[in-house]
């Protein structure tokens, strides 16, 4: 199972851009999804996350400016941001809770984590 994540970039404040992950593999389901990030001398922080049924949760320095996203029969999630703010600089990790088929009897459940996309808001 791999997660790649795309959609970072350099934008100004007040703009917007729109991150992606896909997730590939031999997917059976695709359980909670979620965006973290990780500022320069910062730990990782929870940004949003999504559950199978469509429920959101959102960090309270980004509610009402960012939206989080699933199409289940794309196998990807999208992190919509609007109003981007200077302390929105950084990288941005797609994470997802899957169930795939490796061989075994049963499918298996693991955390994966896509390899960050850098989100840079300048003043």
């Known amino acids: 199972v791999q997660l790649q994540a795309s959609g970072g970039g350099l934008v100004q404040a007040g703009g917007s851009l729109r991150l992606s992950c896909a997730i590939s593999g031999s997917i059976v389901n695709i359980n909670d999804m979620a965006w973290y990030r990780q500022a320069p001398g910062k730990q990782r922080e929870l940004v949003a996350s999504i559950t199978s049924g469509g429920r959101t949760n959102y960090a309270d320095s980004v509610k009402a400016r960012f939206t989080i996203s699933r199409d289940n029969a794309k196998n990807t999630q999208y992190l919509q941001m609007n109003s981007l703010e200077p302390e929105d600089t950084a990288v941005y990790y797609c994470?997802?809770?899957?169930?795939?088929?490796?061989?075994?009897?049963?499918?298996?459940?693991?955390?994966?984590w896509g390899q960050g996309t850098l989100v840079t808001v300048s003043s």
């Open positions: 994470n997802a809770v899957v169930a795939y088929n490796y061989g075994g009897m049963w499918p298996r459940s693991v955390e994966f």
